[in-house]
């Protein structure tokens, strides 16, 4: 790692919600010491020791973020024996945990870094109502994967609409409808809330306590509000059904996909709900999703929606989430609002928002240096680094 690091001169672009630091910096200058950000700003006295690198005419940002994705999980090119995104045995799996089947080793995290994607949120898939943990996990640093997470768990995922009844509906057993989707998912919540009852009866009874439930016990720390319910749903009626269970439980939900989102744009606005959209550049693979596309992101940015632009690699490789950014803008999004998107707003839909996002002093020091405006399609990753050690560095021409 480079103890002290400065990078001058380059159009800063900071994602900061700090007032006292500018969103764009002109001919600006970042301060890297022992992997942290220490300054952001235009004037500095840069000490003797620092190592010192010129982005003149170059585009400085925070590492990218996809707030939704299957990394590690469902490794490229690796076909059945990479494939561990779904425990498809039972419609309930909170107890699975995305870390026990992350591979680091997984090519796509070169690819990631290559694109300047420096920080992910790994999901189970969508094949259960409830499929197990999420964290948070930077793209590199180390082959062993709990050195790279920054918040584990970061959610639990559940799943509504079409994946979860095919799945099981093919198997002849609950859930067949989207009925029975929602009631797999009250009945889950409720057998958890009273395991938690009876485990607070028990406390001054030891012979009275439950035994020991790992389902459960993941289930509760959704009901406790320590970590959100991740809810796959893309059709508008899926997105209401996610919003009416969240409030008849009194819990915090994220939407995941929200494809139809707007249609429903005052109810999701209403509700508060953040959402991860996308992926917005793929094909139209099943019903639900036969309006995909960008007219969702827009709308819900335009409503004051906040959201993150996602690929839900491998659905749309990792190395394209800048690439969805830049199209939302074409479609109407505002340019600010779709760096936040895959900055900012990714990290604080994640939960490590005080770690990584923007490029304010204290934070990780993930950083891209760009060509140029990374939204427009033929920029280039000069450089890439995470927690201040350069990752990534773009080849050199021969010519």
């Not at 939302?328 to 600010?336: I, P, T």
Request: with cysteine.
């Amino acid at each position: 790692m480079l103890s002290r690091l400065a990078i001058v001169n380059g159009k800063i672009l900071t994602a900061s919600k700090d007032p006292e630091i500018p969103f764009f910096i002109e001919k600006g200058i970042v301060l890297v010491e022992e992997g942290k950000i220490k300054y952001v700003g235009s004037i500095a006295e840069i000490p003797e020791d620092t190592t010192i690198l010129d982005a003149s005419g170059k585009i400085v940002t925070p590492g990218l973020i996809d707030a939704h994705c299957h990394i590690g999980i469902f490794e490229d090119g690796a076909g059945w024996a990479g494939d561990d995104t779904n425990e498809s045995s039972d419609p309930n799996t909170a107890e699975v945990r995305a870390l026990d089947g992350i591979n680091p080793m997984d090519v796509a995290f070169k690819d990631a870094i290559a694109s300047g994607v420096t920080c992910v949120q790994v999901d189970p898939g969508s094949a259960n109502i409830i499929g197990g943990e999420t964290l948070v996990m930077k793209t590199w640093g180390s082959p062993v994967v709990d050195e790279l997470i920054l918040k584990r768990p970061s959610g639990l995922k559940a799943a509504l609409g079409e994946n979860p009844k095919r799945v099981y509906g093919s198997q002849h057993k609950m859930p067949t409808t989207r009925m029975g989707n929602a009631a797999i998912l009250r009945k889950a919540l409720t057998e958890a809330r009273d395991y938690m009852r009876k485990k607070e009866l028990g406390k001054d009874k030891p012979d009275k306590l439950p035994d020991l439930n790992l389902r459960h016990e993941s289930i509760a720390r959704v009901l406790r509000k320590e970590i959100p319910l991740r809810v796959h749903c893309h059709r508008a009626d899926d997105i209401m059904t996610a919003l009416r269970i969240a409030k008849e439980f009194d819990i915090d939900i994220s939407l995941e996909h929200c494809t139809e989102g707007d249609k429903v744009a005052q109810a999701v606005r209403d509700s508060g709900v953040p959402v991860t959209m996308g992926p917005s550049l793929t094909d139209k693979s099943k019903l639900e999703v036969r309006d995909i596309g960008f007219a969702a992101p827009v709308a819900l940015s335009k409503a004051g929606v906040k959201l993150a632009i996602i690929t839900d690699h491998p659905v749309l490789p990792i190395q394209y989430l800048r690439i969805s950014a830049g199209l939302a803008v074409r479609e109407g999004m505002d340019e600010e609002y779709a760096i936040l998107a895959v900055t900012r707003y990714a990290a604080e839909i994640a939960g490590v928002g005080d770690r990584v996002g923007s490029l304010e002093p204290g934070k990780d020091a993930d950083l891209v240096i760009w060509s140029k405006d990374p939204l427009e399609y033929d920029a280039k990753v000069e450089q890439t680094f995470i927690n201040g050690k350069p990752v990534y560095e773009k080849p050199r021409s021969n010519s």
